[in-house]
Protein backbone atom coordinates (compact mmCIF):
# COMPACT_ATOMS: atom_id res chain seq x y z
CA UNK A 1 0.00 0.00 0.00
CA UNK A 2 1.11 3.42 -0.85
CA UNK A 3 0.37 7.21 0.45
CA UNK A 4 1.30 9.67 -2.32
CA UNK A 5 1.44 13.51 -1.28
CA UNK A 6 1.57 15.88 -4.25
CA UNK A 7 2.84 19.54 -3.48
CA UNK A 8 4.16 23.14 -5.23
CA UNK A 9 0.85 24.05 -7.05
CA UNK A 10 0.17 27.36 -7.18
CA UNK A 11 -0.42 30.46 -9.72
CA UNK A 12 2.02 31.67 -12.14
CA UNK A 13 1.80 33.82 -14.97
CA UNK A 14 1.58 32.47 -18.85
CA UNK A 15 5.34 31.17 -19.57
CA UNK A 16 6.53 30.71 -16.02
CA UNK A 17 7.79 27.83 -14.26
CA UNK A 18 6.42 25.26 -11.49
CA UNK A 19 8.16 22.02 -9.74
CA UNK A 20 5.00 19.76 -8.34
CA UNK A 21 6.49 17.13 -6.11
CA UNK A 22 5.14 13.85 -4.88
CA UNK A 23 5.98 12.41 -2.45
CA UNK A 24 4.77 8.53 -1.23
CA UNK A 25 4.99 7.09 2.02
CA UNK A 26 4.78 2.89 1.83
CA UNK A 27 6.60 -0.31 1.56
CA UNK A 28 8.79 -0.50 -1.64
CA UNK A 29 7.04 2.27 -3.09
CA UNK A 30 10.85 2.74 -5.69
CA UNK A 31 9.23 0.15 -7.19
CA UNK A 32 6.64 1.81 -8.57
CA UNK A 33 6.35 2.91 -11.69
CA UNK A 34 4.89 6.58 -11.36
CA UNK A 35 2.75 9.13 -13.55
CA UNK A 36 0.87 12.49 -13.26
CA UNK A 37 -2.30 12.92 -14.64
CA UNK A 38 -4.70 16.37 -14.89
CA UNK A 39 -8.19 17.30 -14.83
CA UNK A 40 -9.23 20.94 -15.85
CA UNK A 41 -12.81 22.48 -14.58
CA UNK A 42 -15.73 20.40 -16.93
CA UNK A 43 -13.01 17.90 -18.19
CA UNK A 44 -11.87 14.48 -17.88
CA UNK A 45 -8.66 13.53 -16.15
CA UNK A 46 -6.30 13.25 -18.81
CA UNK A 47 -2.43 11.77 -18.83
CA UNK A 48 0.56 13.91 -18.40
CA UNK A 49 3.53 11.68 -17.67
CA UNK A 50 5.05 8.74 -16.48
CA UNK A 51 8.74 7.16 -15.52
CA UNK A 52 9.40 3.98 -14.68
CA UNK A 53 11.78 2.71 -11.15
CA UNK A 54 14.80 3.03 -12.76
CA UNK A 55 13.44 6.58 -13.84
CA UNK A 56 14.67 5.14 -17.82
CA UNK A 57 12.70 5.76 -20.70
CA UNK A 58 9.57 8.70 -19.61
CA UNK A 59 6.99 9.06 -21.37
CA UNK A 60 4.41 12.02 -21.87
CA UNK A 61 1.52 13.46 -23.32
CA UNK A 62 1.88 14.96 -26.31
CA UNK A 63 0.79 18.81 -25.63
CA UNK A 64 3.60 18.71 -22.85
CA UNK A 65 6.08 17.46 -24.72
CA UNK A 66 9.26 19.47 -24.27
CA UNK A 67 8.18 21.70 -22.15
CA UNK A 68 7.04 19.39 -18.77
CA UNK A 69 9.95 16.76 -17.39
CA UNK A 70 9.32 14.10 -15.07
CA UNK A 71 12.14 12.61 -12.87
CA UNK A 72 12.66 10.67 -9.29
CA UNK A 73 14.38 10.59 -6.59
CA UNK A 74 14.39 6.60 -4.93
CA UNK A 75 16.36 8.18 -2.10
CA UNK A 76 13.70 10.49 -0.95
CA UNK A 77 10.90 8.31 -2.40
CA UNK A 78 9.90 11.54 -4.41
CA UNK A 79 8.58 12.15 -8.06
CA UNK A 80 9.17 15.32 -9.72
CA UNK A 81 7.30 17.15 -12.01
CA UNK A 82 8.84 20.38 -13.70
CA UNK A 83 6.29 22.39 -15.42
CA UNK A 84 7.84 24.84 -17.95
CA UNK A 85 6.36 27.35 -20.67
CA UNK A 86 3.17 27.25 -18.42
CA UNK A 87 -0.39 28.29 -20.89
CA UNK A 88 -3.16 28.95 -19.84
CA UNK A 89 -4.57 25.74 -21.15
CA UNK A 90 -2.31 23.94 -18.57
CA UNK A 91 -4.49 25.15 -16.11
CA UNK A 92 -5.78 21.72 -13.88
CA UNK A 93 -5.63 19.99 -10.61
CA UNK A 94 -2.71 17.90 -11.13
CA UNK A 95 -2.20 14.27 -9.42
CA UNK A 96 0.23 11.51 -8.74
CA UNK A 97 -0.18 8.20 -9.00
CA UNK A 98 1.64 4.78 -8.60
CA UNK A 99 1.62 1.58 -10.26
CA UNK A 100 2.99 -1.51 -11.63
CA UNK A 101 2.57 -0.39 -14.98
CA UNK A 102 4.21 2.13 -16.93
CA UNK A 103 0.96 3.24 -18.57
CA UNK A 104 -0.70 6.40 -20.15
CA UNK A 105 -3.87 4.91 -19.03
CA UNK A 106 -5.66 6.48 -15.43
CA UNK A 107 -6.77 2.70 -14.65
CA UNK A 108 -3.50 0.98 -14.89
CA UNK A 109 -2.81 2.89 -11.38
CA UNK A 110 -3.34 2.05 -7.92
CA UNK A 111 -2.56 4.98 -5.88
CA UNK A 112 -3.14 8.46 -6.24
CA UNK A 113 -2.69 11.32 -4.43
CA UNK A 114 -4.87 14.33 -3.63
CA UNK A 115 -3.86 16.35 -6.49
CA UNK A 116 -2.46 20.20 -6.05
CA UNK A 117 -4.05 22.80 -8.43
CA UNK A 118 -2.02 24.89 -11.03
CA UNK A 119 -3.37 27.94 -12.35
CA UNK A 120 -1.94 29.49 -15.20
CA UNK A 121 -2.70 33.31 -15.49
CA UNK A 122 -1.69 37.19 -16.36
Known amino acids: QARLEESGGGLVKPGGSLRLSCAAF????????MGWFRQAPGKEREFVAA????????IYAEPVKGRFAISRDNNKDTTYLWLNNLKPGDTAVYYC???????????????WGQGTQVTVSS
Open 97 to 111: AAGVVLSDKDYDYDH
Open 26 to 33: GRAVSRYK
Open 51 to 58: IGWNAADP
